[in-house]
């Protein structure tokens, strides 16, 4: 049986929820890593949209 990376926002219990995506953000100087399922990922976007829409790029 291959091992396989569980959504971070989710508890072991829920030990089948498969990592589809890893999303890496930064915030007041920190940068993070999370991996996430596709429900995670698609909401972590839509929280950040509204942000990302009118903040300025760092080079
Ligand atoms: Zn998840």
């Known amino acids: 049986m291959a091992l396989v990376k569980v959504c971070d926002m ?17 915030i007041d100087g920190r940068s993070y890593e999370v991996d996430l399922c596709g429900e995670h990922d698609a909401a972590l976007t839509a929280a950040l949209q509204p942000y990302v829409e009118v903040s300025r790029k760092v080079a």
């Open 10 to 26: 989710h508890d072991l219990a829920e030990w089948w929820v498969e990592v589809e995506a890893t999303r890496t953000f930064a």
